[in-house]
């Protein structure tokens, strides 16, 4: 499995950005669907997950209300959109896969809030 993370950039605070996870290779055992970040200096945090059904969405506290995690499977892809950014978003995001005994990640994409 690959994945590959696009849609991030440089935004002002307030701001939105989305990103997208774009998946190929075997998925069917995937169950699980989800975003991390690592902001420099940092450990790398779970922000939001999704079930491949689409259900069950779980946010970080720091971003309930502002993030909304969803995937397309007929597409291949997760997405992240991410609004009332904050300079604390800052970081470098990954989307991840897993399953049973197994977990894939993403390169990441860097997302910079500027104040």
């Known amino acids: 499995v690959q994945l590959v993370e696009s849609g991030g950039g440089l935004v002002q605070a307030g701001g939105s950005l989305r990103l997208s996870c774009a998946a190929s290779?075997?998925?069917?055992?995937?169950?699980?669907m989800g975003w991390y970040r690592q902001a420099s200096g940092k450990q790398r945090e779970l922000v939001a997950t999704?079930?491949?059904?689409?259900?069950?969405?779980v946010y970080a506290d720091s971003v309930k209300g502002r993030f909304t995690i969803s995937r397309n499977n007929a597409r291949g892809t997760m997405y992240l959109q991410m609004n009332s950014l904050k300079p604390e978003d800052t970081a470098v995001y990954y989307c991840?896969?897993?399953?049973?005994?197994?977990?894939?990640w993403g390169q990441g994409t860097q997302v910079t809030v500027s104040s």
């Open positions: 991840s896969l897993w399953g049973p005994g197994e977990k894939y």
């Open positions: 290779g075997s998925t069917s055992s995937i169950t699980v």
């Open positions: 999704i079930t491949r059904t689409g259900g069950n969405p």
